[in-house]
C-alpha cells in the first residue's frame, strides 16, 4: 500500500479563507486524496453562522500559508516530498473546478439542547469528501505537479473553529 | 482503477417536473459508463417558504437540452469525457425508463440553532441519495450503455429555492 499521511488543521473561520490545502509542487510525486473532514470544536461563545464552504480544485500556488500538521501513518514511510504544501489560510492559491459544496454551522458548541453546529463534532457527520475510499474502482482526487485542493470558506463566517483533516497517498505514480 | 469524475451542478433551482442532474451515455459514444453515487445538498442560502416535496431517479433512454453541470476529472490524466456522454442540470427532454428510487426533500434553507429537517440535509453522509456497487466487486454499480441515461428528478410542486447536486461515475472502454 502507498504511504498514507493524515493532515490535520485547527481553522478559525473569516470570510473567503482557505481553511485546508494541500497543493502538489513535486515532480516526482504523485498525491492521492481519499478523505477530508470538517468537524466544529469551538467550545468558547462565538458568534458564529451558517456559512457556505466549497472543496475547489487547485491550479496554482504562488506563495505561502500556515503549515500545519501532517502524520505519517507508519512511521517507516517516506518523508512528506518537500514540495507537496500543506496548509491552512493560504490566500494565494487560484482555483480551479469546484466539486463539491456544504454548508457548515460554525456557532459553538454547547452541552445541552440540539442543533446544527452540534452534529458537526462528529466525525462521521463531517466527512465531507471520501471519492475512492473502500472502492478501487473509484479514484481518488489525483494530484500530479502544480496541482492541489482545499476547502474554503466562500461565505462570510467568522470567528468558529473547526478542525480539518485530509488523508492522503504520497506515491511515484 | 477507471477513469473517475465528478460531476456538480450547484443552486439547481426548483420547478416541478425539473430535472436536477442527468447524465446520458450517447449512441456512438463507445464508452460505458458507471454511476457509483449521487448527492444532493441544501445549500438554499436566503429566507424562502420551503416544505417538503419529492424526488425520483430514474434511467433514461433519451435526454437532450439543459445545462453544463461542471465535470471534474479525478485525474488530470484522465481521458476527457466523450462528447456523445452529456451531464445536464435543467434537460428539457427525457425519457424515463425505470425508476429506481423516491425520497422527500424538504428545501426550505437551513440554519443554526435549530435541527429540523432541511438543516440534517446539508451533512454529505446523509445526503447520499444513490450508492450503487460502492465497495463490493461483487456488485454492479450502474452501468450506462450507449443509449442510456440516469436523471434525479423533482417530482413535486415546489417552484422556489434551490439545491446541488453530485454525481461520481466511471467512463471506460467496456
Keep these: 500500500m502507498a504511504d498514507t499521511f493524515m493532515a490535520r488543521s485547527t481553522s478559525t473561520f473569516a470570510g473567503n479563507r482557505s481553511m485546508l490545502s494541500i497543493f502538489n509542487a513535486s515532480a516526482s510525486k504523485v498525491i492521492r486524496v481519499y478523505r477530508i473532514w470538517s468537524v466544529n470544536s469551538r467550545i468558547a461563545t462565538v458568534t458564529g453562522a451558517i456559512t457556505l464552504m466549497e472543496i475547489q480544485m487547485l491550479a496554482a500556488r504562488s506563495g505561502s500559508g500556515t503549515a500545519v500538521d501532517v502524520t505519517k501513518m507508519d512511521s517507516s514511510a517516506a518523508a512528506l516530498d518537500a514540495s507537496v504544501y500543506v496548509e491552512y489560510n493560504n490566500d494565494h492559491l487560484i482555483a480551479g473546478n469546484t466539486v463539491r459544496r456544504v454548508y457548515q454551522a460554525t456557532d459553538e458548541l454547547i452541552p445541552n439542547g440540539w442543533a446544527t453546529q452540534l452534529l458537526l463534532k462528529f466525525y462521521p457527520l463531517g466527512l465531507i469528501w471520501d471519492a475512492g475510499y473502500g472502492d478501487d474502482n473509484v479514484q481518488p482526487l489525483t494530484l500530479r505537479q502544480d496541482e492541489g485542493v482545499h476547502v474554503k470558506n466562500i461565505g462570510a463566517a467568522t470567528g468558529g473553529v473547526f478542525q480539518f483533516c485530509m488523508e492522503f497517498t504520497q506515491s511515484a505514480s | ?174
Design chain 2, 1 to 174: 482503477m477507471a477513469d473517475t469524475y465528478s460531476a456538480y451542478a450547484a443552486g439547481v433551482t426548483f420547478d416541478v417536473g425539473k430535472s436536477f442532474l442527468g447524465i446520458f451515455n450517447g449512441v456512438g459514444s463507445g464508452k460505458v459508463i458507471r454511476v457509483y453515487r449521487m448527492w444532493m445538498l441544501n445549500n438554499q442560502t436566503g429566507a424562502i417558504a420551503g416544505d417538503f416535496t419529492s424526488f425520483e431517479i430514474w434511467t433514461l433512454s433519451a435526454m437532450s437540452g439543459g445545462s453544463d453541470a461542471t465535470v471534474t476529472k479525478h485525474d488530470s490524466s484522465n481521458a476527457s469525457l466523450h462528447t456523445s456522454v452529456l451531464v445536464k442540470y435543467g434537460a428539457s427532454a427525457f425519457t424515463e425508463t425505470s425508476r429506481i428510487r423516491k425520497f422527500m426533500w424538504c428545501n426550505d434553507e437551513a440554519t443554526q440553532g435549530t435541527l429540523v429537517a432541511d438543516d440534517w440535509e446539508t451533512f454529505v453522509p446523509l445526503c447520499l441519495i444513490g450508492r450503487w456497487g460502492y465497495g463490493s466487486t461483487a456488485k454492479s454499480p450502474l452501468v450506462l450503455r450507449e443509449g442510456q441515461g440516469l436523471h434525479l428528478k423533482h417530482s413535486g410542486t415546489m417552484a422556489i429555492g434551490n439545491a446541488d447536486v453530485g454525481l461520481e461515475f466511471t467512463q471506460a472502454a467496456s
